[in-house]
């Protein structure tokens, strides 16, 4: 039986390697277990994946008693441990040096300087006069971000010299926080800061294939300042842009060294054409793959542990979509939520594919300065992106979440 091991991420990705006929170990952290990993593991290893010196005696135990052939993730803090594990066994997929390219966002941005890829000037910085500094060369805005964080985390829009004191005091005062939404794997530590991009932005959903990358879809991408508030698929892109922007993906994802799996790019379509915001080597986050799946019918998270062992056709370059997707999030006003209206309703629609709370009655709202502060999201369908993103809005704006002032303890 052909064996693949699974680390971290979700127990729907092990059910659907099992659906598949596939032997399934998964390798878990202790802190994310869930029963349904259990449920659906051939066989369960905990430890703690992010500490190398725990996780390779494990796994070199695991690999000469199963034998596994093939390594997959689709949670980003476990990308770095799977190119290691690749590369310990010489096993196909992304290696490590690869993995590290899309996790660190400086060395990204510098590796794509040294290739005819088009990118944003970028440096490390360490204090307000860096930002300063840079800012004078570039001009201003500029976008300060933590070098290898997640959900919008620190992310802070300069818009002048006057702004780099506060923005640098805010940004760093979140290094070394341990209350952090998933702040054990996503340290904040290091920053960097590099030229504002201009235009509309879109994430772009692939997978490649021995490098071939398959362009599966183009997403509508809507934003509070830097916080992700909604998202459309197919994205209405006239056939040249569309072309353009498939082509410099394709580009990127060569010159990055990626050759088989998922990727994550975003993007902007600027004044001089399309470019990386970041990218990433594993699914979308955002429930954008339950879009892919509503508008394509192509279920790229079975794709991520099918098509290793070839028991999935190869993507054509362009798939057609069937009909439109699209999500909206949405955020209470800060306080402890009484009560939450609306929900039956929007659950009884037609066009409504899932609603999902991320708080519930008792817990505390907080102001959204980042992806993880926000209140719920709706994902619905329609006809085409226009119809499929104006249900959805109108389906979010059913849910009317009541708070109240948290009192004092």
Same mark, same amino acid.
């Given at each position: ?21 596939? %032997? ?12 349904? $990993? ?24 695991? $690999? ?16 770095? =441990?799977?190119?290691?594990? +690749? ?10 040096? =690869? ?17 005819? =890829?088009?990118?944003?000037? #970028? ?14 060369? $570039? ?9 290898? +964080? ?21 940004? +760093? ?38 490098? %071939?990358?398959?362009?599966? #879809? ?24 569309? %072309? ?36 990433? +080597? ?22 991520? =542990? ?58 505390? #709202? ?14 619905? %369908? ?28």
């Amino acid at each position: 039986m052909e064996t693949i091991l699974v680390v971290g991420g979700r127990p729907e990705t092990l059910a659907k390697a099992k659906a598949l006929g596939l %032997r399934v170990l998964s390798l878990q952290h202790k802190d994310r277990l869930l029963p349904a $990993h259990v449920a659906s593991s051939d066989a369960l290893f905990l430890v703690d994946y992010t500490d190398w010196s725990l996780t390779r005696p494990l796994v070199e135990a695991v $690999h000469r008693v199963y034998g596994f052939t093939h390594v997959v993730s689709l949670a980003e803090q476990c990308m770095e =441990v799977v190119g290691r594990i +690749n590369d310990l066994f010489g096993l196909p997929g992304t290696s490590e040096a =690869v993995s590290m390219l899309f996790k660190d966002k400086l060395a990204m941005r510098e590796h794509l300087a040294r290739t005819d =890829v088009p990118t944003a000037a #970028a440096a490390s910085v360490q204090d307000a006069e860096g930002i300063r500094a840079f800012g004078a060369a $570039h001009g201003f805005p500029v976008v300060l971000k933590p070098i290898g +964080n997640t959900a919008s985390r620190g992310v802070r829009i300069v818009a002048s010299a006057a702004e780099a004191e506060e923005a640098w005091a805010e940004a +760093n005062g979140l290094a070394g926080r341990e209350d952090l939404v998933l702040g054990q794997f996503f340290p904040v530590d290091r920053f960097l800061v590099e030229e504002y991009l201009d235009g509309p932005e879109y994430s772009v959903e692939s997978f490649s294939f021995d490098g %071939r990358h398959s362009i599966v #879809a183009i997403t509508e991408k809507y934003t509070w300042g830097v916080v992700e508030a909604a998202h459309a698929l197919p994205a209405r892109l006239s056939a040249d842009s569309e %072309r353009e922007v498939a082509a410099y993906v394709r580009s990127f994802l060569t010159a990055m060294g990626l050759r088989d799996g998922l990727a994550h790019t975003e993007i902007k379509i600027t004044a001089k054409g399309p470019r990386v915001i970041e990218s990433h +080597n594993r699914i979308a986050g955002e429930r954008i793959p339950d879009l892919v799946v509503s508008a394509y019918e192509i279920d790229l998270e079975q794709y991520s =542990v099918g098509s290793p062992f070839g028991l999935l056709p190869e993507l054509p370059d362009r798939p057609r979509a069937l009909r439109g997707a699209a999500t909206r999030f949405f955020a209470a006003d800060p306080g402890e939520i009484v009560a939450i209206h609306g929900a039956d309703e929007v659950r009884a629609h037609e066009a409504t594919v899932d609603l999902e709370f991320f708080l519930g009655v008792g817990d505390t #709202a907080v102001p959204v300065v980042e992806n993880f502060d926000r209140t719920g999201q709706v994902l619905a %369908r329609g006809a085409d992106t226009a119809e499929a993103a104006d249900v959805c809005d109108r389906l979010a704006e059913k849910i009317r979440v009541e708070t109240v002032p948290r009192r004092a303890s």
